[in-house]
């Protein structure tokens, strides 16, 4: 496990590693391996079961994104009656339509259905002008609900539009930036991204929807990302084995932080509307749980940046001062490190704040004292997320600037170097 156990930087292809050196590289490769067999005995333990997870017979019925959704297209929209026996239903021929006044006409859209049992045919969809419902426009391309009526006959009414064709556009133009600027990393890192995301889709959902252990299935899921994405992403060398330490590191403290934040603050999760439909829907899961899990896995974005540039900081630092100890190293990259620590605080705050600002709108007009609005459950959970997130990054920058202090740059031994 010397010199050659793993492909070198720019760096580190000149010189032999000194004595130190070597033993602490041969320290991390054995936290390394044993990380990566307990997260494989994780992956194996923790996998979800084959069976379907337990859900509520009224999830189907009245959760609307539980219901069967067909595509379909607007063909003509005219002013008309704003009432209509035919709305939502099949139609071959539109009604007399009922005398209106002139104050009193809606947005009548005609509307041809492009799926399901009544593929080809047309139905009646009637918008009032109310803030939130659809301004349809004829050939816009929109989504539609079924519902089953009491005769036994399906109704339809407006669900969504259909984004697929606009998202891939602008895919394609994030995707084609990013090669561009970033070259074949960009192209790594693009992989990275599918692996991350089948990683949260095959593993990590399934197993939480099973009612699996979230501290662990965070720990294991968010450590699977880090082996497979950046060893992938900044390839098999010192440096990355250095941020991906101390970002496995970084990620078991998060985890014991965000344990700790929601047991001592009582967190219920109660005030977030998508919580109160896992507790209508999902009975085998565990709302405060699933909290705990998000917290973890939100930490580990602002993680992984932060460590992966604390290595490359020590590892641009060692090509310019070859000669310059690990305490040197360390302090240097800690002044940028201190950079890193004391932007993400108002980085954290920004990002809360553009996620949740109808929140905070409608908090701003409630005319609550500050205390008992920020200690709410709603708020409180969202702030308790960004502190662990910041708290957490705090001490990934010294712990990675530590190791990659040690282990990145390919000092010669002293004896050689003066003899």
Known sequence: MGRHALAADKSTTSAPASGSTTFWRRILLGFLILCGIATTIGLVALWPPDEEPAVSPEFANTFSLGQNQVNAEVTSVTQGACQSTVTGKIIDIMPAAPMTSPDQTCDNAIVQIQGGENEGKRTL???????????????????LMESLGADGSLSYSFTDYQRGNALLVWGLLIAAAIILFAALRGVRALVG????????GVFLLPALVHGGPALPLAVVGGSTILFLVVLLVHGFNWKSCAALAGTLLSLGIAAVLASLAIDTTDLRGLGDESNL???????EV????????GFIIGALGVLNDVTISQASTINELAEL????????????????????????VYTLVLTYTGAALPLLLLISVSQRPLLQTLSSDIVATELLRSGIGALALTLAVPITTLIAAVVVPNRQALATATA
């Open 125 to 143: 969809l009637i918008t009032y002008g109310q803030p939130g419902e659809p301004e349809l426009q004829e050939g816009d391309q929109i989504r």
């Open 193 to 200: 991204l599918v692996i991350t995301l089948m990683i949260l």
């Open 277 to 283: 439909h896992i507790l209508l829907y999902l009975p």
């Open 321 to 344: 001062e070859p000669d310059a100890s690990p305490t040197r190293l360390f302090l240097g990259a800690m002044k940028v490190g201190r950079d890193h620590i004391s932007s993400m």
């Open 286 to 293: 565990s709302v405060t749980g699933l909290m705990l899990c």
